[in-house]
């Protein structure tokens, strides 16, 4: 499974719910399978799409916030995972699609081929935690997680990829900003 | 900045809309931090980026906040401010504390406290020093300029040495 089948695959089940999306390939995947006014693609500021989410989830309890992030983003910004399991926001979904590599720099390796970032989320307090590596169980874990209260982890193990590239995003950060903030 | 006035400052920007507190501790802005605490509005984060974008995730939500740091905390954060808050235009109150304000500081707020400035004004950030007497005014300029839709900054001198 490549990134951008696990992103369309993910967004047929998520359907209307918000969606904040890491920098990168990440984003530039979900705009072009399905982009909807509840997507907030963070452009820049790499790493800190979960804690953009983790602000959103605590303002917002009745509705579930979904983050697609990636291997290196986490990494880089893996005190955020220490706050949000002291926070425990029930309606945090924290979705990273690990490839290993910092694919959008020009597949440079990450640390995520030795280092297994479910386990470091269920020791930072995540309720649930998953590693799925193909469809049919990626589908499966989504729709268990559905009753389930979070913060919840599913980490994607997801192929390396150098043919299919998704363009860059179009959509001005003002109206990304102002069309998300209009449909939560 | 003595502790009354530190207190009443938070408890005015709380007054008037600000919901949210996030942030790293600083020693200069402790008494402002340690009311906060007490009222249960201050989240801590593990760096100044992450508050930040805790911070971003609050203002989307249409709930007013500032994020407070030392002068440390707001140079690990450039890239932040330059490509997540200015490049969104979001408003929020930043609190910076003044390391390395005086000149016998430790050594290793000197530099920092010597370009803060410059850093400032390289970023185009608004900002006002806050006084025992200015303090009001300060607040209120601050709250206006996110009711602009402006992210602007609010400085605290360190003036003791510990």
């Given at each position: 499974m490549i990134r951008k089948e696990a992103i369309s695959l993910a967004v047929e089940q998520i359907g209307e719910q918000p969606i904040i999306s890491a920098n990168g390939f990440i984003s530039r995947d979900l705009c072009e399978v399905c982009d909807k006014n509840s997507?907030?693609?963070m452009i820049g500021s790499m790493g800190l799409a979960s804690s953009i989410g983790l602000g959103l989830a605590l303002k917002n309890p009745k509705r579930r916030f979904f983050i697609f992030d990636g291997d290196g983003n986490i990494l880089m910004n893996l005190g955020s995972l220490t706050t949000i399991g002291k926070l425990k926001p029930k309606n945090f979904i924290h979705i990273i699609f690990d490839n290993s590599i910092h694919e959008s720099t020009g597949s440079q390796p990450t640390n995520s081929?030795?280092?297994?970032?479910?386990?470091?989320?269920a020791a930072c307090n995540y309720s649930h935690v998953y590693t799925v590596s193909d469809k049919n169980n990626f589908l499966k874990t989504i729709h268990k997680i559905k009753k389930l209260k979070g913060p919840i982890l599913i980490l994607v193990k997801i192929q390396q990829n150098k043919q299919i590239k998704s363009e860059r995003i179009k959509i001005s950060p003002?109206?990304?900003?102002?069309?998300?903030?209009?449909s939560i | 900045m003595k502790e009354t006035i530190q207190k009443k400052v938070f408890n005015y920007l709380l007054k008037n809309g600000i919901k949210n507190f996030v942030g790293v501790p600083?020693?200069?802005?402790k008494y402002f931090i340690d009311e906060g605490l007490k009222k249960n509005k201050i989240f801590i984060t593990t760096r100044e980026e992450e508050a930040i974008g805790i911070a971003v995730g609050m203002t989307l939500s249409q709930s007013n906040s500032l994020?407070?740091?030392?002068?440390a905390g707001f140079a690990n954060s450039l890239s932040t401010i330059t490509s997540l808050v200015q490049?969104?235009?979001?408003?929020?109150?930043?609190?910076?504390?003044?390391r390395g304000f005086l000149q016998n500081d430790a050594i290793e707020h000197t530099k920092?406290?010597?370009?803060?400035?410059?850093?400032?004004?390289a970023l185009s950030l608004q900002s006002k020093i806050l006084n025992e007497k200015n303090w009001k005014a300060s607040c209120d300029w601050a709250i206006k300029s996110i009711k602009?839709?402006?992210?602007?900054?609010?400085?605290?001198?360190?003036?003791?040495l510990d």
């Open positions: 997507n907030f693609y081929d030795v280092i297994d970032i479910k386990k470091i989320a003002i109206k990304i900003k102002e069309r998300f903030m209009k | 600083d020693s200069t802005m994020v407070f740091m030392q002068n490049l969104y235009e979001i408003p929020m109150i930043f609190l910076l504390g003044w920092i406290g010597k370009i803060q400035p410059k850093l400032l004004q602009e839709k402006k992210l602007c900054v609010l400085i605290l001198k360190r003036d003791f």
